[in-house]
Nanobody
Framework: QVQVVESGGGLVQAGGSLRLSCAAS??????????MGWFRQAPGKQRELVAS???????YYLDSVKGRFTISRDIAKNTIYLQMINLKPEDTAVYYC??????????WGQGTQVTVSS
């Protein structure tokens, strides 16, 4: 079973920045079409995909984070990152990582809490 550990969250004021990391226990980009993504879930809200990246580097961003978040990957380290700048209170959520589309992991990690104060 693939295990993931999300880290890098914290408490930050609006306009601040954080860099999240998602480290997986094994190869997560098993082919060029494999996609990994960051999800977030705020209390009382549905989990949503924030950003994703394929092994080949194709990216997707939720409209509300475009221009502020940057997803990247280190294939050799089985790790993806999310650089978050100009954070807004509405970004407050628990952030999780998982595969997107194909072959999602059976179990989610514990996530990392991002709290943006005004």
């Amino acid at each position: 079973q693939v295990q993931v550990v999300e880290s890098g969250g914290g408490l930050v004021q609006a306009g601040g920045s954080l860099r999240l990391s998602c480290a997986a226990s094994e190869n997560i980009f098993t082919d060029n079409e494999m996609v990994m993504g960051w999800f977030r879930q705020a209390p009382g809200k549905q989990r949503e995909l924030v950003a994703s990246i394929s092994r080949g580097g194709t990216t997707y961003y939720l409209d509300s984070v475009k221009g502020r978040f940057t997803i990247s990957r280190d294939i050799a380290k089985n790790t993806i990152y999310l650089q978050m700048i100009n954070l807004k209170p509405e970004d407050t959520a628990v952030y999780y990582c998982n595969r997107v589309g194909r072959a999602p992991f059976d179990y989610w990690g514990q996530g990392t809490q991002v709290t943006v104060s005004s």
